[in-house]
């Protein structure tokens, strides 16, 4: 008699997407609207493992295919510059993603948006200031 093993309820780490991403419509609907009207901004909080990420990703994949989406996890940061340097380069990639040939493009803006962050640290730190919190 063969035993056949049923498939898990719920996935644990990596990306979840459908058939285990569920039950989270009105709150899907509700990003990807202000996302594409730029109405507002939100903050999602919950405990770990809550499926945050999985909901950002997916409001991420239904409005990258009319605007540049980028998905920048905060997860380690220690400051504004880390910040910074994680969104520049979320948006340059999600650039090239999505139109293709901009190595060169992409070289040139990573330069431009990382030196007045890098060169602002430098001349506070020569004055005893920060922008560390």
């Known amino acids: 008699m063969a035993t056949e093993k049923a498939a898990p309820a ?10 285990y991403f569920v039950d989270r419509e ?4 509700q990003l990807v609207h202000d996302a594409r009207t730029l109405s507002q901004s939100n ?6 493992r809550f499926g945050k990420t999985a909901l950002l990703r997916a409001v991420e994949a239904q409005v990258s ?4 989406a980028a998905y920048v996890s905060c997860l380690g940061m220690l400051g504004a510059v880390d910040f910074h340097d994680r969104l520049v380069e ?7 993603a999505k139109h ?7 070289a040139t803006w990573r330069d431009v948006l990382r030196k007045p962050v890098v060169g ?3 001349i506070l730190e020569e004055i005893g200031g920060s922008i560390e919190g």
Do not use: C, D, H, T
Request: proline share 7%.
């Open 90 to 96: 979320a948006v340059l990639s999600a650039f090239v």
């Open 100 to 106: 293709g040939k901009a190595r060169r493009l992409l």
């Open 43 to 48: 903050v999602v909080i919950a405990p770990r």
């Open 26 to 29: 009105e709150e899907l609907s």
């Open 65 to 68: 295919r009319e605007m540049l």
């Open 120 to 122: 602002m640290r430098e």
């Open 10 to 19: 719920f996935k644990v780490g990596g990306r979840i997407e459908p058939p």
